[in-house]
């Protein structure tokens, strides 16, 4: 997934696109500095890629202008697939603005830029893939992420169904594979290139149990994908509550209910917190932006021994959490707000 774009002349950024978290001001400093001494290396070339961290870093210089241009990445993402649309993105800038920077004039039209960037998002969309065994609500989450009509009943999918989403002006591929053990043999070829993995099960102990295949799946498949676990069908008696099946099953769980045509903000919500992404992109992912901007206000609060304020902050934030399907996260921050109420008397 392509997570930032950056820009940077004379060792200034003169032009910067968020799509997702990547490098901090502090980060990119000290992978700025390494990226500028080794591509303008008297052999060096003006194309290539490296790994950091948790990111894939490609770059292309323009090295009679002092221009560098960034591409922040998944590890996931391969370098045969960015390189193109990185040499295309300087041809296109240069095209524009060439002349300017050589008049010592550059003034840059975020207007015309942005588009640019976002067709190049739009090439290198993220996948995301629903896995799952058959029944427990795959077919029926994409269709409710499409906003299109909701099956009331259960209709296998044969092989798998890819779709494009939008989230904001974001494309998105989703997979929806087929959950029979007759297609697992597919299963493998499916998953390959994912950026996020959304395990749906039906939040039955014997679903779950059977459902910890898709782990080790993930982990040989696509090691660098985002993983959570949807718990849907909350709404049935049969179904373990999701503190229960976070614990189980050893990662991020939200609660779901897929039938429910007013839970698609929820589930965008959920694809959108598991990618990181930035919440500017949409207006449907303002509650990320607040949940994330409540924790840093709550940890400054603790650290001034606000006590009061901070058991306010936390009792926000588990209700935000409610909101965006994180239940034990919404329960833990209950807990802490109750524990420092009865501190304080």
């Known amino acids: 997934m392509l997570r930032q774009i950056y820009i940077i002349l004379n060792d200034n ?3 910067q696109r968020n799509y ?3 490098l901090d001001d502090s980060l990119f400093t000290n ?3 390494n990226i500028k001494k080794a591509a303008f290396a008297k052999f060096a070339d003006v194309i290539r890629s490296y790994e950091f961290f948790e990111f894939k870093l490609s770059y292309i210089v323009e090295k009679s202008l002092n221009l560098i241009f960034l591409f922040v990445t998944g590890l996931g993402d391969e370098f045969k697939n960015i390189k193109p649309q990185l040499s295309d993105f300087r041809k296109e800038f240069l095209d524009f603005y060439h002349d300017n920077i050589k008049e010592n004039n550059l003034k840059i039209v975020t207007e015309i830029l942005d588009p640019i960037v976002d067709n190049i998002h739009r090439n290198l969309k993220p996948k995301i893939s629903i896995v799952g065994f058959s029944g427990v609500g795959k077919t029926t989450t994409t269709k409710l992420i499409k906003s299109e009509e909701i099956p009331m009943q259960h209709i296998p999918t044969i092989t798998g169904e ?3 989403i939008k989230i904001g002006k974001l494309h998105f591929f989703l997979w929806d594979f087929a959950g029979q053990d007759q297609f697992d043999f597919l299963w493998e070829k499916f998953i390959r290139g994912s950026d ?5 099960t039906d939040s039955t102990l014997e679903n779950l149990e059977k459902s910890k295949y898709f782990f080790l799946l993930v982990n040989k498949e696509v090691p660098y994908a985002r993983l959570a676990v949807i718990a849907n069908k909350q709404d049935l008696p049969e179904a373990m509550k999701v503190e229960d099946i976070e614990r189980l099953m050893g990662t991020k769980t939200y609660s779901f209910i897929a039938i429910d045509p007013n839970n698609r903000p929820k589930m965008i919500r959920i694809i959108a917190d598991l990618l990181d992404m930035d919440a500017k992109v949409s207006p449907l992912l303002k509650p990320i932006f607040e949940r994330d901007t409540l924790m840093d ?3 400054k609060a603790l650290e001034l021994g606000e ?8 009792e926000k934030i588990s209700n935000i959490c409610l909101e965006l399907g994180d239940d034990s996260l919404a329960i833990e921050l209950q807990e802490k707000a109750d524990k420092l109420r009865s501190f304080l008397g």
């Open 13 to 15: 950024i003169i032009y």
């Open 20 to 22: 997702a978290k990547g």
């Open 31 to 33: 992978v700025y500095l």
């Open 162 to 164: 890819v779709a494009t």
């Open 196 to 200: 996020a993995v959304l395990l749906m």
């Open 297 to 299: 206000k709550a940890q």
């Open 307 to 314: 006590f009061n304020e901070t058991v306010e902050i936390f």
